[in-house]
């Protein structure tokens, strides 16, 4: 009942403090008088600790010998949402900007106001002084263009609307794998693989915080699904967790130097992640050498001693646990004033380390023109060609008579996630009836398919059928020489997906259409993988994710052959959900406190608790290396894409050493430029009994017709790499390791091998 009293309180605030919204931060033309009273240029004080040539963390130790008590705790905490708030000690207060999070600086010593904003497909709302952002494709199309170019191209846009909006941290970066497909928030991440998924958000994060914004990845960890996302129990050995999710964490964080890590809702191995000390102390802060503070998710927070002594260096939203009774804990001996200072030292060296100090605050409009440049780019970039039987596509602008375009509101609009990524469409939601904005319901952003398709066939005769009627849609489908189908599963944080079966009839609608026309096109606006039982009957396929704001123009340029698709899965599409590691996790949620039923497979519930457990019996088995090694046919598998040419691998060379290399040539063996995404993995010794094969590297190559190009890698050793957990410690088997290279990692024609000697 306390747990169940805890959580009704902490939404009774946010509801509270949301109703208050309007009042606390009125739009751009109501300001009047009230400009004054929000935040504005941070005084700049006159210290020591103003010394650019000192290292930031030298400053940090400079200013924290300059502060009381109640300045060092009212650091560490703050309000959700807008509100005005008043620190014990501090000077009068100022108004957030209306986003996450918010935490007043000082003025006397020249800190700076902590305004967060979620930030993981694009700023969610825009601030009190500019209310348009750029609604960027899904993170999962991001991932599938495995560019770390367009990671920043996508991290830079982010950050530089949030610095010209006054916003000062991002809370995006999400990175948890795709264990579990039928996770509502699989849009937000980067796929199953984790140095794929860490190589993605770690390019992300530098590049947004080159823009003079700290930076943020979370959920740390194994938040890999949402129902029950508060109280499960994850249970995992600790060489599998090395080997996956923190995995991703430890190549983000070490090569982005991200100022924040946000730590998760669950438990894992019985204690709750924001106050688990393997985590976030033994891990993270040593094993990783993270500089940066961990700050824990919103109502994450359950204890003061516990949590702070874990890891934890910030509580939000509010201060019940990180206010008051954390500067008793301290006055009572329980925490260490050197913990206290190290917290805040964390928190004052990755402002200096952005440059916070160090830069004018001088707030621009956001430019659009930058933003939709970006979208379309990442949309390109990311969509993923899963079939094409005999050349259906591309479509021949100049000699296409007619058209169907079906589904999917795809007259108007394409379909974006929901939750705390939620970004604000532009005009609002374009399909008022799909649902409110954020939590409440599906949004549909302002980008045209059926204009789209139109304008790049203006002589052909372009019809649109809502899809809600598969006989209407069938007779349309069957009076015009090709039917693009669109179609949609609506994903959002704070709820897993039923199922990855398409919703609302839509399997029947694609079947139906199909058996009336042969040449059907169908295009998925979806946050992960479904199932496709009309496969075998359709001629191509498209997974667009949610395309962003230029989504429309980007499917366009792709139907008709404008961009030649290169994006590639970083996730596995299964047959059927049989084949999942937990196939009945989704249809048999776990119950909330006070609904505990008896246990499914793979769960032990924990009455006294009202937690439940769930087991990773999967281990090292996560995404692809699942299936490899069950011996499962996925329907599509990770790394696969095709493209509108073909290319042709070949002279591969494989030398042994403390670095082994990896070299072979690429041919783009057809008549069309186009970009490759060669993948190279690596089986290791039998001895260490891991998965067939696992990703280690992996080159873009652009080729014209017929030109071939040397793709030469120095294989990483840590990618190389097991975790002892006998020994806490990263090492290379002796014995023979095989490397295969290709286009997927079902697709992989070249074969080489080079031994690592024992001691």
Same mark, same amino acid.
């Given at each position: ?65 300059? %502060?009381? #008590?109640?300045?060092?705790?009212? *650091?560490?905490?703050? !309000?959700?949402?807008? +509100? &005005? =708030?008043?620190?014990? /000690? ?78 000062? %941290?991002? #809370?995006?970066?999400?990175?948890? *794998?795709?264990?579990? !497909?039928?996770?509502? +928030? &699989? =849009?937000?991440?980067? /796929? ?86 393997? *985590? ?480």
């Amino acid at each position: 009942m306390a747990f169940a009293k805890q959580l009704l309180s902490n939404w009774r605030r946010l509801l509270i403090l949301a109703a208050a919204l309007p009042l606390l931060c009125p739009t751009t033309d109501r300001y009047g008088s009230m400009l004054a009273q929000f935040p504005g240029q941070t005084p700049v004080v006159k210290g020591p600790w103003q010394d650019k040539t000192k290292s930031p963390d030298e400053r940090a130790d400079l200013l924290i010998g300059q %502060m009381t #008590l109640d300045e060092k705790v009212s *650091l560490l905490h703050g !309000p959700g949402f807008s +509100r &005005i =708030f008043r620190a014990p /000690g501090v000077e009068a207060p100022t108004i957030s900007l209306g986003n996450a999070g918010y935490i007043p600086g000082i003025a006397r010593l020249g800190i700076p106001d902590l305004q967060m904003a979620d930030a993981a497909v694009g700023v969610t709302h825009g601030s009190a002084f500019g209310r348009y952002c750029t609604v960027l494709p899904s993170g999962e199309s991001e991932a599938s263009s495995w560019s770390t170019d367009v990671a920043r191209f996508y991290g830079d846009l982010i950050g530089t609307e949030l610095r010209d909006q006054g916003y000062t %941290m991002s #809370l995006g970066g999400g990175i948890d *794998l795709a264990r579990e !497909p039928r996770n509502g +928030r &699989i =849009f937000e991440y980067k /796929g199953e693989d984790p140095i794929l998924a860490g190589t993605m958000v770690g390019a992300e994060m530098k590049a947004l915080q080159a823009q003079g914004v700290m930076g943020d990845i979370k959920h740390y960890a194994m938040n890999d699904s949402e129902n029950g996302r508060n109280f499960v129990d994850i249970i995992a050995d600790k060489r599998a967790m090395r080997e996956s999710d923190l995995l991703a964490f430890e190549i983000g964080v070490k090569e982005s130097g991200v100022s924040a890590v946000m730590c998760s809702y669950n438990l894992v191995n019985h204690d709750y992640a924001c106050e688990n000390n393997w *985590l976030l102390n033994d891990v993270l802060k040593k094993d990783f050498g993270f500089q940066g503070f961990v700050i824990s998710d919103w109502g994450a927070t359950h204890s003061t001693v516990k949590a702070v002594m874990a890891g934890l260096d910030m509580q939000m939203p509010e201060d019940s646990y990180l206010g008051e009774p954390l500067k008793k804990a301290v006055q009572d001996g329980q925490v260490p004033p050197s913990r206290l200072d190290n917290m805040v030292h964390r928190v004052l060296r990755s402002e200096f380390a952005v440059g916070l100090f160090d830069r004018s605050l001088a707030r621009t409009a956001v430019d659009p023109g930058a933003g939709l440049k970006v979208a379309e780019l990442v949309a390109e970039e990311g969509t993923v060609l899963l079939k094409n039987a005999n050349g259906q596509l591309p479509l021949s602008a100049s000699s296409i008579r007619s058209i169907a375009v079906i589904g999917s509101h795809a007259d108007v609009a394409v379909l974006s996630g929901g939750g705390s990524a939620q970004v604000d469409a532009p005009g609002g939601n374009a399909v008022p009836a799909g649902g409110n904005r954020g939590f409440g319901g599906a949004v549909w952003d302002p980008s045209s398919p059926l204009r789209a398709i139109h304008g790049k066939a203006p002589n052909a005769k372009v019809e649109y059928d809502a899809g809600t009627n598969p006989a209407s849609a069938a007779d349309l489908a069957k009076n015009s020489e090709v039917a693009i189908v669109f179609v949609n599963q609506h994903t959002s944080e704070g709820r897993d997906v039923p199922s990855l079966s398409l919703p609302d009839n839509q399997d029947g609608l694609v079947s139906a259409v199909a058996a009336a026309n042969p040449h059907t096109i169908v295009v998925l606006e979806t946050g992960g993988a479904v199932t496709m039982p009309w496969i075998e009957n359709v001629s191509a396929v498209l997974a667009a994710w949610y395309p962003g704001i230029k989504g429309a123009e980007a499917i366009a340029d792709i139907l008709f052959g404008d961009v030649n698709p290169s994006g590639k899965l970083p996730l596995t599409f299964p047959k059927s959900e049989a084949d999942l590691p937990h196939p009945k996790l989704a249809t048999q949620p776990p119950p909330g406190p006070g609904d505990m039923k008896a246990p499914f497979p793979g769960v032990n519930f924990r009455l006294n608790t009202r937690q439940f457990e769930i087991n990773d019996d999967e281990g090292l088995k996560v995404g692809y290396k699942w299936y490899d090694a069950e011996g499962k046919e996925p329907l599509f598998p990770f790394g696969y894409g095709l493209s509108y040419t073909t290319y042709a691998y070949s002279g591969l060379k494989v030398t042994p050493g403390s670095t082994p290399t990896v070299s072979f040539d690429v041919k783009n063996t057809g008549s069309r430029a186009g970009a490759e995404i060669a993948e190279v993995y690596v089986g290791l010794p039998a001895s260490t009994n891991e998965p067939p094969k696992r990703l280690v590297a992996w080159q873009r190559i652009e080729l014209a017709p017929g030109e071939s190009k040397t793709v030469s890698f120095d294989l990483n050793p840590h990618y190389l790499s097991i975790f002892s957990e006998d020994k806490d410690a990263w090492q290379l088997a002796p014995g023979d390791y095989k490397v295969m290279v290709g286009g997927s990692s079902r697709d992989l024609p070249l074969n080489g091998t080079f031994r690592i000697p024992g001691e």
